[in-house]
């Protein structure tokens, strides 16, 4: 299969190795990965806040870099549960907020074509024992927009039980926000710390090793909370546990934002 990967912007930016980890997965599985230099921003940071208007040239710039290309590759992963959120649930209505119904048909084709890493695995790919090998405890945090957008449910679950060596660890009020959602972190900053704050003691409380999700945005919210208070776990992407083998193991130091100092 010939898959296209679009990063997200804060991926490139603030946790690459995510990127790194999602194109050694794959590879490793048999697939071919292509990555398009001119892709930009979904536009999430925009719809998010409701500002339509200002998110339009950023769909628009998302939609012609990935549609000129759906026939020729069979996929688009992006290892972002609310960056696919904002391209499967919100591109379209950007356009139709514009009233470019053109915008809004080339919008639903790519939609079409866009998963989630969780998604593509056990969805499209039909695999959920990728061959990984990850001898710690770790914990799973459902983000929100995988949760309640994308319905991922149990998919990233899944692939984690299949996992050599991993120990999963139940987190409490594994349901409930992590305080970070994009913007709101900064404009209802104390809100924010306060939610972080209950989401840190409750993966501690875990007894895990390592927090994992498939939002780099919110590992980077949790594990910067756990380290500025001490606490022993620290955060990983779901792609770098799956990425890693015994014949290329994952390095634990190598977190989200979480490199030993």
Same mark, same amino acid.
Request: charged share 25%; hydrophobic share 40%.
């Given at each position: 299969?010939?898959?296209?990967?679009?990063?997200?912007?804060?991926?490139?930016?603030?946790?690459?190795? @995510?990127?790194?980890?999602?194109?050694?997965?794959? +590879?490793?599985?048999?697939?071919? @990965?292509? !990555?398009?230099?001119?892709?930009?921003? /979904?536009?999430?940071? $925009?719809?998010?806040?409701?500002?339509?208007? +200002?998110?339009?040239?950023?769909?628009?710039?998302?939609?012609?870099? !990935?549609?000129?290309?759906?026939?020729?590759?069979?996929?688009?992963?992006?290892?972002?549960?609310? /960056?696919?959120?904002?391209?499967?649930?919100?591109? +379209?209505?950007?356009?139709? $907020?514009?009233?470019?119904?053109?915008?809004?048909?080339? &919008?639903?084709?790519?939609? &079409? *074509?866009?998963?989630?890493?969780?998604?593509?695995?056990?969805?499209?790919?039909?695999?959920?024992?990728?061959?990984?090998? #990850?001898?710690?405890?770790?914990?799973?945090?459902?983000?929100? $927009?995988?949760?309640? !957008?994308?319905?991922?449910?149990?998919?990233?679950? *899944?692939?984690?039980?299949?996992?050599?060596?991993?120990?999963?660890?139940?987190?409490?009020?594994?349901?409930?926000?992590?305080?970070?959602?994009?913007? #709101?972190?900064?404009?209802?900053?104390?809100?924010?710390?306060?939610?972080?704050?209950?989401?840190?003691?409750?993966?501690?409380?875990?007894?895990?090793? #390592?927090?994992?999700?498939?939002?780099?945005?919110?590992?980077?919210?949790?594990?910067? *909370?756990?380290?500025?208070?001490?606490?022993?776990?620290?955060?990983?992407?779901? &792609?770098?546990?799956?990425?890693?083998?015994?014949?290329?193991? #994952?390095?634990?130091?190598?977190?989200?934002?979480?490199?030993?100092?």
């Amino acid at each position: 299969m010939r898959i296209s990967l679009m990063t997200t912007c804060l991926v490139d930016v603030m946790a690459p190795d @995510v990127a790194r980890a999602t194109v050694t997965l794959l +590879e490793r599985l048999g697939h071919e @990965v292509v !990555f398009d230099k001119r892709q930009t921003c /979904c536009g999430q940071m $925009h719809t998010n806040s409701g500002y339509y208007t +200002e998110a339009a040239p950023v769909v628009r710039s998302f939609v012609d870099t !990935f549609e000129p290309a759906l026939d020729r590759v069979d996929a688009i992963v992006m290892p972002s549960g609310s /960056c696919t959120g904002c391209v499967r649930d919100q591109h +379209e209505l950007v356009a139709r $907020h514009e009233g470019d119904s053109e915008l809004e048909r080339r &919008a639903a084709a790519v939609s &079409a *074509k866009t998963y989630e890493l969780s998604e593509l695995l056990v969805d499209v790919l039909k695999v959920t024992d990728v061959g990984a090998y #990850f001898p710690h405890s770790v914990t799973y945090h459902p983000t929100c $927009h995988s949760m309640r !957008f994308l319905k991922v449910g149990a998919r990233p679950v *899944k692939l984690l039980r299949a996992v050599e060596g991993l120990e999963m660890k139940n987190l409490p009020e594994s349901d409930t926000c992590c305080g970070f959602g994009g913007t #709101f972190s900064v404009k209802n900053d104390a809100t924010s710390d306060a939610m972080v704050t209950d989401k840190a003691s409750n993966v501690v409380a875990s007894g895990a090793e #390592f927090v994992v999700a498939g939002d780099a945005s919110c590992l980077m919210n949790i594990g910067g *909370k756990l380290r500025r208070t001490g606490a022993a776990p620290r955060s990983v992407h779901l &792609a770098q546990i799956l990425a890693s083998t015994k014949e290329d193991p #994952f390095v634990p130091a190598d977190t989200i934002l979480g490199r030993a100092s």
